[in-house]
């Protein structure tokens, strides 16, 4: 009979492990030059974790099914070292694994956080508020005017907080509420939380990134497909949680330079 | 004995709220414009992309409304009051309603008295969450999703109020909560009527979001009528 569970427990675990270590599941369209890197590390990661759960069970069955029959008066024994080193194995066993997955991932997270954009990269300052994202572009001067969050009026359109009728700077900023950005060239974002944590994803973007508040961050990107996309919030924030979204808008240069000539009018 | 006093009261006060409801009838009237001069914001679309229920509602996007001009300089969204004067009036038991409606308030900038009771309706396919921001008087945000029953509720204090949606930023609009019965607010071409007004003296005082207050002193005798105007200056910013 413990033979028989052993056996079982090995098919379980052969049977469950299997579509981990394959995942054949639908990706999302993959729109950004840096997204097969993240791919690449989630698919590395679902087959060493699939991997290690099957090792793992594997090892289970093959006790069960070695040591279920105890003959009457047989001894139990012990690994060398006792429980001592079977938690500095399992320490280190654990470590390697998680440092590992690290140091595979590190280049596709340095390719969007650590390495400088390249000079012509557009600027997008995209802000979070309960429960709604605002953007902003600096305008034909480059130069984003500066927050004054005393300044904010949303009646009156100032998601922001800009003060133009003091800082020269905020005159020709444009503020939107769906981000429009230039397929093939770097993007810039720049994430500014108004009030709580929100975060940023796009899923075909392959970014996924919290706003947190007191703390301006910066990642950069390049889009590669025209179409529209939904950014959502994916950091509960909030009664309108579920309702805080926005649209991002890759275009080819020519329609983006109308789509800003546009919205600039507006201001 | 009682069986006759109580007829003869009510015949007393009958007559007493004839005669005083004829008066007020009867009284002077005042009128006139708001106007601005100089250059206003420029009122700029709104995007409710997020909220496909009420973009839809809209075939054009909506401008924002903390200044709204109409032809001839005319300044809309003006509360044209007695603020000085007139006696306190009760409340009439008829609800002032304010609604939300293609995630925009309706009226923009609502009139009512001190302990009118107020009616706060929800016609979206979306919830919104109502938050008046008063300063005097008791402060309170109540949300209400689609197909909610109104929200009633007042105010025990005049007190101009702006009134802000927690869930969609954009959504601005604004209560005056007003002593007297005495109150207009000026239409598309800034114009307004203080209609009955016993004989006397008044303050006349204009009150718009952006631009602040103006009073003037204007004096009723008889059932004249008066014209009063407004000047507001404008900001571009």
Redesign the interface.
């Known amino acids: 009979m413990g033979k028989l569970f052993g056996v079982v427990l090995a098919v379980i675990a052969l049977v469950s492990a299997y579509p981990i270590v394959m995942h054949h599941y639908v990706q999302p369209v993959d729109i950004s030059t840096h997204g097969h890197a993240i791919d690449e590390q989630l698919s590395d990661t679902m087959a060493e974790a699939g991997l290690s759960f099957l090792g793992a069970q594997l090892l289970l069955a093959f006790f069960v099914f070695k040591f279920s029959n105890r003959k009457p008066g047989a001894k139990i024994s012990q690994l060398p070292g006792g429980a001592k080193l079977v938690v500095a194995a399992a320490f280190i066993l654990v470590g390697t694994e998680i440092l590992a997955l690290g140091v595979l991932g590190q280049k596709a997270w340095a390719e969007v956080y650590f390495t400088s954009p390249k000079p012509d990269a557009v600027q997008v300052q995209a802000q979070a508020g309960q429960f709604a994202f605002y953007f902003r572009y600096p305008g034909i001067d480059g130069k984003f005017g500066p927050l004054h969050p005393d300044k904010i009026d949303e009646g009156n359109a100032n998601y922001f907080g800009l003060d133009p009728a003091n800082d020269v700077e905020s005159r020709d900023d444009v503020v939107t509420g769906e981000m429009a950005i230039p397929v093939n060239r770097e993007v810039q974002l720049l994430m500014h939380a108004k009030d709580v944590s929100h975060s940023f994803y796009v899923r075909e973007l392959r970014i996924q990134q919290d706003f947190v508040p007191g703390l301006d961050l910066s990642l950069h990107f390049t889009a590669t497909k025209v179409g529209k996309y939904e950014i959502v919030c994916t950091q509960l924030c909030g009664l309108g949680h579920y309702n805080m979204k926005a649209y991002l808008n890759v275009l080819s240069q020519d329609d983006f330079d109308k789509w800003m000539k546009e919205k600039a009018s507006q201001q | 004995m009682r069986a006759k006093v109580i007829p003869i009261t009510a015949a007393v006060t009958l007559i007493f709220a004839v005669g005083l409801l004829h008066a007020r009838a009867g009284g002077g009237t005042v009128s006139g414009k708001v106007t601005y001069e100089g250059t206003p ?2 009122p ?8 496909p229920s009420c973009a839809k509602q809209h075939a054009t996007p909506i401008t ?3 200044v709204v001009t109409g032809p001839n300089n005319s300044l809309e969204n003006v509360v044209v009051y007695i603020s000085a004067g007139a006696p306190d009036d009760s409340a009439p038991s008829q609800p002032a309603k304010f609604e939300q409606k293609g995630c925009q308030y309706l009226p923009h900038v609502l009139a009512f008295q001190v302990n009118q009771p107020l009616e706060v309706v929800n016609d979206d396919q ?2 919104h ?1 109502i938050h008046p921001l008063p300063k005097v008087n008791r402060e309170w945000n109540k ?1 209400q999703p689609s197909g909610s029953p109104a929200i009633v509720d007042k105010y025990d204090k005049p007190e101009f109020i ?1 009134v ?1 949606c ?8 604004n209560f005056a909560v007003l002593k007297n019965s005495h109150y207009a607010v000026s239409g598309e071409d800034g114009g307004f009527k203080l209609p009955n007004l016993p004989p006397g003296k008044y303050t006349v005082t204009a009150w718009h979001e ?1 631009y602040g207050e103006q009073s003037q002193e204007v004096t009723i005798a008889g059932s004249e009528a008066k014209t009063v105007n407004f000047l507001f200056k404008a ?3």
């Open positions: 914001a420029k700029k679309p709104i995007d409710m992309s997020k909220e924002t409304e903390t979306t919830s969450n949300s702006p802000k927690n869930v969609h930023p954009w959504m601005h609009g952006s900001k571009p910013y």
